[in-house]
């Protein structure tokens, strides 16, 4: 179960890392948009490529986790509702210039999407509590996620924020596989007998 936890967070990661590749993707889109050019249709179908490749690999990723690790429930309900949002916004960025209600410029949304996904992130807390580096990590890339919010006051659409998020929790994912490899944390997972883990702490209870 632990080889299926390690593997559930490596395709969490790579699905991150493609979330970085969609937010490019959709930069150079928007920069040189043209409604009957072939840049832009071939761009429009490269970002959906790599965006439903992305969510394959997170959904995937996010089960192997729940069904590895023991309790957690915080986490495991957090993080498939954060792929359902993250989804959401993407298909609405995407198809902005057919959808006059949704605003990308939002700081109203940038501000909830933001404040959403560090929340999200701090239930990550509870693979391992009062593991000191693992929060350090978790509060890292929460910093990092706050700082998408910048994108607005630039000028930028949404896609900025969700480009910091995903290049976030890449960065978390990949922490994470660290502190495992180097025995920093210890996760509790289905068939261990070695210990019985406690699952309170200061940041997220059960």
Known sequence: MHERLNSGLKYCMIANLLFVGFCIICLI???TYNADSVLSNTLEFMAYAVEFSGFALFIWGCWLMATAMRA????????????????AMMILELNSYRISAYK????????????????VCLTFVQLDTDKKKLEASILVCIAIMFGGMLGNILGLRIYFSIMINAIAYSLLFFLILH??????IEVDCHGDKARVAEYKSTFVDE
Not at 72 to 87: D, N, S
Not at 179 to 184: A, G
């Open 179 to 184: 502190l495992i490899k180097r025995e920093d």
């Open 29 to 31: 889109f928007y920069a």
């Open 72 to 87: 957690r429930r915080m986490l495991k309900i957090c993080l498939p509702l954060y792929i359902i949002l993250e989804g």
């Open 104 to 119: 990308p410029y939002s700081l109203l949304l940038a501000i909830i999407h933001s404040v959403l996904s560090g929340l």
